[in-house]
């Protein structure tokens, strides 16, 4: 049974989640995606998620024509697929610049961070992609961060505290 809803907020989720981490050239590929992902959608109906979550075709390194989708925040520009190294490298930086305390509790690790400054936090670990976070919620300068792990919070807190030592 799958863990997301078949809701249109879900779906067009999934298809940025998609744009994001593959270099998708056609719709037809995407379909192809959604179907391995276990959720079945008509190419009309692709093609309106595309218009209403703002996708637009760009040329990659390569000048192939790909899907990607505007990021979030500030820089309004087209995204491509991220990798790993850069999504950890942005999370590093912000855990840099931003955590102040991280302290665990099983599978719980509260962070603090300067007032305003926890949504940006979050949404960097949201993007990390870290295998070991379910999932985290922000306030204005705290962010609660559940772990898969029962017993897992210690290990998580301790990863957010390496990436905050100064490099």
């Known amino acids: ?24 050239k056609s719709q037809a590929e995407l379909l192809g995606l959604l179907k391995d992902d276990g959720l079945e959608v008509t190419q ?13 075709r760009i040329r990659d390194q390569s000048g192939q024509l790909i899907y990607a989708v505007r990021q979030e925040g500030g820089d309004r520009s087209p995204q491509t697929a991220i990798t790993q190294e850069v999504l950890d490298a942005r999370l590093a930086k ?16 509260v962070l603090r961070t300067p007032p305003g400054a926890a949504n940006l936090l979050a949404l960097a670990i949201d993007h990390s992609q870290m295998p070991s976070i379910l999932g985290c919620i922000a306030g204005d300068d705290t962010i609660m961060v559940t772990t898969r792990d029962v017993a897992g919070g210690a290990e998580v807190a301790a990863r ?8």
């Not at 907020?9 to 981490?21: D, E, H």
């Open 44 to 56: 009309a109906t692709l093609s309106r998620d595309l218009v209403e979550i703002g996708a637009v």
């Open 1 to 24: 049974m799958s863990s997301q809803p078949s809701t249109k907020t879900a779906r067009q989720a999934r298809i940025r989640a998609f744009l994001g981490n593959n270099s998708v």
């Open 94 to 109: 912000i855990c840099a610049e931003q955590l102040v305390t991280a302290e665990a509790s099983g599978n719980i690790v």
């Open 160 to 167: 957010f505290l390496q990436l905050a030592e100064p490099r």
